[in-house]
């Protein structure tokens, strides 16, 4: 079916159904088409209805069969520190989007640091304790992938190398999203128009359906 991208009339697209295992065999070969001397770091982002870090995770073992180490890691384990990101209070949507990730510290312990010194961070800081973690450097193997899971997290700067979003209409994020989280929908309204996910990512999933993907392949 041709169809247009995330509204952007002037980029053609054709949207192929898949299955939930087909999702993982192309992201698998997206990565694997790659240099394998040399690390390969992926994004997987998403509402968290759409469930980013089950991709994510389903990445780990066809990854490493086909023979590359990897490096699993959560964005939620790299959040700065609630007295910075809710400095404006536990509800503020423009803060959830623009101030929550700690976008250095992932650059630099793990997205950063595994090309230039050759090693990762697994976790820098508790998300429930806000406290460090203080987790041990692990060496990063030779064309070790990094597979990180997140909300938000496309258009932030971090040093990615492929990125998947999975995508929502409006209506289904809405009609996700429990009631007590319903100020989040305002951050995730500015992600769409702003930040384009679906433009920006280089693999789109839409999961309206979860049963029923659908891979967005540009024309």
């Known amino acids: 079916m041709l169809t247009t991208l995330g509204g952007w009339q002037h980029v053609p697209v054709r949207v192929e159904p898949v299955t939930p295992d087909g999702v993982v065999g192309h992201v698998v070969a997206r990565v694997l088409a790659r240099d394998g001397a040399t690390p390969v770091r992926v994004l997987v982002d998403g509402h968290p209805s759409t469930r980013p870090d089950e991709l994510a995770d389903a990445l780990v073992e066809p990854l490493r069969a086909a023979g590359r180490p990897v490096a699993r890691v959560r964005v939620r384990d790299f959040l700065r520190p609630a007295s910075l990101r809710l400095e404006r209070g536990r509800r503020d949507p423009d ?3 623009d ?11 793990v997205l950063t640091g595994v090309v230039r ?7 820098l800081r508790d998300p429930q304790t806000d406290r460090a973690t203080r987790a041990a450097y692990v060496d990063a193997a030779p064309g070790v992938v990094v597979v ?18 999975l995508a929502l209409r ?13 100020w989040t ?20 999933v839409r999961v309206d359906h979860p049963d029923r993907p659908a891979l967005v392949l540009r024309d």
């Open 148 to 165: 990180l899971d997140g909300s938000l997290a496309l258009g932030r700067g971090l040093d990615v190398d492929l990125g998947v979003h």
């Open 95 to 97: 803060a959830l989007l």
């Open 170 to 182: 409006a209506a289904t994020e809405t009609r996700n999203t429990p009631l007590d989280d319903a």
């Open 99 to 109: 101030e929550w990730i700690d976008v250095g510290g992932l650059n630099r312990e």
């Open 117 to 123: 010194r050759g090693r990762w961070l697994p976790t």
């Open 185 to 204: 929908l305002a951050a995730y309204g500015r992600y769409r128009r702003e930040v384009a996910p679906e433009r920006r990512a280089d693999v789109v």
